[in-house]
């Protein structure tokens, strides 16, 4: 009887150790499919800030367009409007030359 409670010992011994080794592969492979998964949802959120990012840049590129386009508007009606002042004055502008240059009123 002692002899088979020793086998029945060392056999247990041996299963345990089996399932000790088991659990640590099973340990390794769950750590393993975890990083696996960890990069995947890395990647996918690089691609996706970077989607973001391009959206957000064109957001702001044609925001900026549109504000680029309304100063030039405005700059244009300034330019034309001080052109319009300064062709009203040449002839009086000439005139005043003139009379400098001949004396003459």
């Known amino acids: 009887m002692t002899v088979e409670t020793l086998k ?3 056999d247990a011994e041996k299963e345990a150790e089996k ?4 659990a640590k592969m099973s340990v390794a492979k769950i750590l393993s499919d975890a990083e696996e998964e960890i990069k995947k949802l890395r990647a996918e ?3 996706e800030n970077k989607i973001l990012a391009a959206e957000i840049s064109d957001k702001y590129a ?4 549109k504000e680029a386009e309304a100063i030039l508007k405005a700059s244009n009606a300034e330019v034309a409007e ?3 002042l300064a062709e009203s004055n040449l002839n009086s502008a000439v005139h005043v ?3 400098k240059i001949l004396d003459v009123k």
């Open 45 to 47: 959120a690089d691609k």
């Open 8 to 10: 029945r010992i060392i």
């Open 97 to 99: 030359v003139l009379e």
């Open 19 to 22: 399932l000790l080794e088991d």
């Open 62 to 65: 044609r925001d900026g367009k």
């Open 82 to 84: 001080l052109k319009r």
